[in-house]
């Protein structure tokens, strides 16, 4: 098992900036990418970002150009610079752990996050 535990996430104003963590722990060798999820009320689960241990990583379309995910191998954590945030940035980002950065943005995800609140005033 890997537990996942995010920080970070809170309340922010429209075009302003937050960096979210996740620590994986326990049974770290059965994952090789770590990436981010975020759900808004009354809306699918979105991906948001992936990065492998080798440091490959993708973006979803809507975060393009404004978030930029991070790891520090050593101490097994990710991270997530959110920049220029707007409001429909607002949403529970899950942290995510699976193989490969390709099949976390398609679903195949081992591990989740309990996940934190982002919101993003106007």
């Known amino acids: 098992q890997v537990q996942l535990v995010e920080s970070g996430g809170g309340l922010v104003q429209a075009g302003g900036s937050l960096r979210l963590s996740c620590a994986a722990s326990?049974?770290?060798?059965?994952?090789?990418?770590m990436g981010w999820y975020r759900q808004a009320p009354e809306k699918q689960r979105e991906y948001v970002a992936g990065?492998?241990?080798?440091?490959?990583?993708n973006y979803g379309d809507s975060v393009k150009g404004r978030f930029s995910i991070s790891r520090d191998n050593a101490k097994e954590t990710v991270y997530l610079q959110m920049d220029s945030l707007k409001p429909e940035d607002s949403a529970v980002y899950y942290c995510?752990?699976?193989?490969?950065?390709?099949?976390?943005?398609?679903?195949?995800?081992?591990?989740w996050g309990q996940g934190t609140q982002v919101t993003v005033s106007s």
């Open positions: 995510a752990a699976g193989w490969t950065v390709r099949g976390l943005g398609h679903g195949e995800v081992d591990f």
């Open positions: 326990g049974n770290i060798f059965s994952i090789n990418a």
């Open positions: 990065i492998t241990s080798a440091g490959n990583s």
